[in-house]
């Protein structure tokens, strides 16, 4: 390492002495040659104002141009710091656009029961919904109490059944999806059904989405407004039931819409449609384009290892699964990628610990380009409008009696009725933009020098070019003059011999 250092030491010594050697083989140009070039470049320079100082005869219009000059350059010197400092702020502004189409891209949908497991399974197993809660902490973060009878009689659970699956159990005892709960469907006058629909976990169970990105082929579009999906769900009550105690009293279907290339996240943005109910959905599609940063907050690069595009939900959900498979050693199956999966003993013992501790940690974060999942620089929503009316009238009710064979009081206790359409053919495109590109602040920079100087790139050019000529000279007249400032000094020991002799004497 030491050679090194002393090669590159070497090296820079040599380089000096041969540039000192060059100059000094130059020669100084006379001074009346110096003062010459000054006054030709004073009187041919593009930087107005300067030949003025140079070739006025009366001292008093010299200084007045000289006062002149120096103002403008002051100014000069403010406007372009100004603008250098209102750059590098980073402003941005929001463009709204709206586009007309013809036939515009059907939102994804999922739909989920409120009352997530059939009755006779949890009244056998009633262990479930808390095994449930913690299973499903990965998606929606909850406390788990460790004091509650559920805690006992899940500990005592989990060391009597340890092959029990609970992604089976859930699977077979949700909720599902056929010709009994969805008695209709219908997308855009065609008919729809249960093989529509794509089997999702959410923190509610079994779910189902319509229009599920995995088939891209098939994704739907609608060109008229005011028609899209409509479904008609029997909840069924009876045969479907959940746990009070844990907040689930109501009724109903919960769904969110979201785009079909993201993951369903129903924790504030899910939306409810209770029984007896008719509820009408009108959606706009808006889409939002982000800056990167330093302007705005998002990071181009950002890439998924188990979605096809980026989203905060998706992000959030691998960092999640990162964390937990480091720590725990395994996957838990709500959570995206390949790896062993936790079982439940893992999931109490572990998994939900180092969810606690990512959370008061803040290891997976959203928002800011800093944090572990930044915004994405584009995010399609759907903003919903929602009205509801009382489902079935009386005439309709006897004919749907009549027609599913069940009583009044079944249908209005178990039927929900949901309609889901485009207000308008139309997009709204949100898009910042940055306030001030590199080419405007050129331009910028540009004006104010012709404004205050007459100055260009080529003024800039001729300035550099004289600096850099009388620097040239300066090294030359240095490496002339100090040698011969060394040769004609005395030597300091000649003294001191001269003062010896004379004290002898």
Same mark, same amino acid.
């Given at each position: 390492?030491? &050679?090194?250092?002393?090669?590159?030491? &070497?090296?820079?010594?040599?380089?000096?002495?041969?540039?000192?050697?060059?100059?000094?083989?130059?020669?100084?140009?006379?001074?009346?040659?110096?003062?010459?070039?000054?006054?030709? +470049?004073?009187?041919?320079?593009?930087?107005?104002?300067?030949?003025?100082?140079?070739?006025?005869?009366?001292?008093?219009?010299?200084?007045?141009?000289?006062?002149?000059?120096?103002?403008?350059?002051?100014?000069?010197?403010?406007?372009?710091?100004?603008?250098?400092?209102?750059?590098?702020?980073?402003?941005?502004?929001?463009?709204?656009?709206?586009?007309?189409?013809?036939?515009?891209?059907?939102?994804?949908?999922?739909?989920?029961?409120?009352?997530?497991? &059939?009755?006779?399974?949890?009244?056998?197993?009633?262990?479930?919904?808390?095994?449930?809660?913690?299973?499903?902490?990965?998606?929606?973060?909850?406390?788990?109490?460790?004091?509650?009878?559920?805690?006992?009689?899940?500990?005592?659970?989990?060391?009597?059944?340890?092959?029990?699956?609970?992604?089976?159990?859930?699977?077979?005892?949700?909720?599902?999806?056929?010709?009994?709960?969805?008695?209709?469907?219908?997308?855009?006058?065609?008919?729809?059904?249960?093989?529509?629909?794509?089997?999702? +976990?959410?923190?509610?169970?079994?779910?189902?989405?319509?229009?599920?990105?995995?088939?891209?082929?098939?994704?739907?579009?609608?060109?008229?407004?005011?028609?899209?999906?409509?479904?008609?769900?029997?909840?069924?009550?009876?045969?479907?039931?959940?746990?009070?105690?844990?907040?689930?009293?109501?009724?109903?279907?919960?769904?969110?819409?979201?785009?079909?290339?993201?993951?369903?996240?129903?924790?504030?943005?899910?939306?409810?449609?209770?029984?007896?109910?008719?509820?009408?959905?009108?959606?706009?599609?808006?889409?939002?384009?982000?800056?990167?940063?330093?302007?705005?907050?998002?990071?181009?690069?950002?890439?998924?290892?188990?979605?096809?595009?980026?989203?905060?939900?998706?992000?959030?959900?691998?960092?999640?699964?990162?964390?937990?498979?480091?720590?725990?050693?395994?996957?838990?199956?709500?959570?995206?990628?390949?790896?062993?999966?936790?079982?439940?003993?893992?999931?109490?013992?572990?998994?939900?610990?180092?969810?606690?501790?990512?959370?008061?940690?803040?290891?997976?974060?959203?928002?800011?380009?800093?944090?572990?999942?930044?915004?994405?620089?584009?995010?399609?929503?759907?903003?919903?409008?929602?009205?509801?009316?009382?489902?079935?009238?009386?005439?309709?009710?006897?004919?749907?009696?009549?027609?599913?064979?069940?009583?009044? &009081?079944?249908?209005?206790?178990?039927?929900?009725?949901?309609?889901?359409?485009?207000?308008?053919?139309?997009?709204?495109?949100?898009?910042?933009?940055?306030?001030?590109?590199?080419?405007?602040?050129?331009?910028?920079?540009?004006?104010?020098?012709?404004?205050?100087?007459?100055?260009?790139?080529?003024?800039?050019?001729?300035?550099?070019?004289?600096?850099?000529?009388?620097?040239?000279?300066?090294?030359?007249?240095?490496?002339?003059?100090?040698?011969?400032?060394?040769?004609?000094?005395?030597?300091?020991?000649?003294?001191?011999?001269?003062?010896?002799?004379?004290?002898?004497?």
């Amino acid at each position: 390492m030491e &050679q090194f250092e002393k090669s590159n030491t &070497q090296a820079k010594k040599g380089l000096l002495e041969k540039i000192k050697l060059y100059l000094s083989k130059k020669t100084l140009p006379p001074h009346t040659d110096r003062r010459k070039f000054d006054h030709d +470049f004073a009187i041919s320079t593009s930087f107005h104002g300067v030949h003025n100082i140079v070739r006025n005869p009366s001292r008093i219009r010299k200084v007045i141009w000289l006062l002149v000059v120096l103002g403008s350059i002051s100014l000069l010197v403010w406007q372009v710091y100004s603008r250098l400092v209102n750059y590098f702020r980073w402003p941005t502004t929001t463009s709204m656009e709206v586009q007309y189409v013809e036939k515009i891209e059907f939102p994804a949908v999922t739909f989920c029961n409120l009352n997530r497991f &059939q009755a006779g399974a949890a009244a056998t197993f009633g262990i479930i919904f808390f095994l449930w809660n913690i299973v499903s902490k990965v998606l929606h973060l909850q406390e788990i109490s460790t004091n509650s009878t559920g805690s006992k009689e899940a500990i005592d659970f989990l060391a009597s059944e340890r092959n029990f699956s609970i992604t089976e159990f859930v699977k077979e005892n949700g909720f599902y999806l056929n010709s009994s709960t969805l008695l209709e469907c219908e997308f855009f006058g065609k008919p729809c059904g249960p093989e529509d629909f794509a089997h999702v +976990f959410t923190e509610y169970g079994n779910c189902f989405t319509f229009n599920h990105g995995e088939n891209i082929q098939a994704k739907e579009k609608v060109s008229v407004s005011g028609r899209g999906l409509h479904l008609l769900f029997n909840v069924n009550q009876e045969e479907f039931t959940d746990d009070p105690t844990l907040g689930f009293v109501d009724a109903g279907i919960t769904f969110v819409i979201h785009s079909p290339m993201k993951v369903p996240q129903f924790d504030g943005l899910g939306l409810s449609s209770p029984v007896g109910m008719h509820t009408r959905v009108t959606i706009r599609q808006v889409k939002t384009v982000h800056q990167e940063y330093p302007w705005g907050e998002c990071n181009p690069h950002m890439k998924l290892q188990n979605f096809r595009t980026y989203s905060t939900s998706g992000c959030l959900q691998e960092c999640k699964a990162w964390h937990i498979k480091k720590q725990c050693g395994c996957l838990p199956f709500l959570l995206p990628g390949n790896g062993i999966e936790c079982d439940l003993q893992k999931f109490y013992n572990c998994v939900s610990p180092i969810l606690d501790h990512i959370e008061i940690k803040g290891l997976c974060t959203v928002g800011t380009h800093n944090s572990s999942c930044p915004v994405p620089c584009e995010e399609t929503e759907y903003p919903a409008f929602i009205s509801y009316s009382t489902f079935p009238s009386q005439k309709a009710l006897k004919y749907l009696s009549k027609k599913l064979n069940q009583s009044q &009081q079944y249908i209005r206790e178990n039927l929900v009725n949901i309609e889901i359409n485009y207000s308008d053919l139309n997009y709204k495109i949100t898009q910042q933009q940055k306030a001030v590109s590199v080419s405007e602040l050129l331009a910028d920079v540009g004006g104010q020098l012709g404004l205050f100087c007459g100055a260009s790139v080529i003024t800039i050019i001729e300035i550099i070019e004289y600096i850099f000529t009388n620097f040239y000279w300066i090294c030359i007249l240095f490496l002339l003059k100090i040698p011969e400032m060394a040769q004609g000094a005395p030597a300091p020991q000649n003294h001191l011999g001269n003062k010896d002799s004379i004290e002898v004497c």
